[in-house]
């Protein structure tokens, strides 16, 4: 199966999953470089539309994403990666997911999550 990379300029979006748990980590996107680094390494890797650069999940924190499969879906535009996570978590908030609020009424989001670690002690600073 081919990955295709040109329905939206480059890029598909990269479903984070836990391997062992189901639950959903979090969202990145990936262009072909990215795809075949975590393919090489075994270490999900992104493109990081911010910073115009590939960037390592981990690299700055040491809670990398260790890829246990990666899915591919029916269109070839979207992947999951079934991951075991190094680290108490995976968001740049302190989270274990990304996912950590549950949106209501009015599109008011309430926590539903504790923080994991401490992201001034990891990033240093503001996160």
């Known amino acids: 199966m081919v990955v295709d990379f040109e329905k939206m300029d480059g890029l598909i979006p990269a479903v984070v999953q836990d391997a062992a748990t189901?639950?959903?980590?979090?969202?990145?996107?990936m262009n072909g470089a990215a795809l075949g680094n975590t393919l090489a390494t075994g270490d999900v890797t992104f493109y990081s539309r911010s910073r115009d650069r590939l960037w390592v999940k981990g690299e700055s924190s040491g809670h990398k994403l260790r890829v246990q499969e990666l899915?591919?879906?029916?269109d070839g535009d979207a992947v999951v990666a079934r991951v075991?996570?190094?680290g108490p978590g995976v968001c740049h908030e302190g989270y274990?997911?990304?996912f950590f609020r549950k949106l209501g009424a009015a599109e008011s989001a309430t926590v539903i999550g504790e923080r994991a670690f401490d992201p001034a002690a990891v990033y240093g600073g503001t996160a």
């Open 22 to 29: 189901g639950e959903v980590l979090m969202l990145g996107y």
């Open 84 to 86: 075991t996570p190094v």
């Open 71 to 74: 899915l591919v879906d029916c």
């Open 96 to 98: 274990r997911t990304c």
